[in-house]
């Protein structure tokens, strides 16, 4: 038996990750804080964190309903802020253009938690940088494929 590639879902992080590049493109958009992520903030003056942390797929219509974290990272407060609220923005309007790439598309944009200012050790250690984080629920649906021939 072979699978067919319509029951395949679309990997939907980096659906986001591509969409968040797009609403910030002189910024670092990565799925984990990277090691030198200092001097990037301070070269780009803004760092975008985004993965996804959780979500299922709901079968009978093929749609990936992701949880995803977003965080922002800025050298001040109001620029942090402002990043995680153009976020917000971008996905929601990504979201209702349908947009996606050749793997799939956003369908629907939830919000869970808006964004928020977060501290740790590691970011209060650091008093010129500023954190806010959001978690939103985006569905996600697979380009059609089509069926794959049983030979393949």
Not at 42 to 48: K, Q, S
Not at 106 to 115: C, D, I
Not at 126 to 144: C, E, G
Request: aromatic content about 10%; glycine content about 8%; charged content about 30%.
């Amino acid at each position: 038996m072979t699978i067919s590639e319509d029951f395949v879902m679309p990997d939907s992080e980096r659906l986001l990750l591509d969409g968040l590049r797009l609403v910030f493109p002189d910024y670092r958009c990565a799925v984990y804080l990277p090691t030198d992520w200092q001097i990037a903030l301070r070269e780009a003056g803004g760092l975008v964190v985004a993965r996804r942390v959780g979500g299922v797929v709901r079968e009978k219509r093929f749609i990936d309903d992701g949880m995803f974290n977003v965080q922002t990272y800025a050298t001040s407060r109001s620029h942090a802020s402002w990043m995680a609220r153009k976020a917000r923005a971008g996905l929601v309007q990504l979201t209702r253009a349908q947009w996606g790439n050749d793997d799939g598309h956003f369908s629907r944009f939830r919000e869970a938690t808006g964004p928020f200012m977060t501290t740790d050790p590691m970011t209060e250690a650091q008093p010129d940088f500023s954190r806010f984080t959001a978690n939103y629920m985006i569905q996600t649906r697979a380009r059609r494929r089509g069926l794959r021939k049983e030979t393949e």
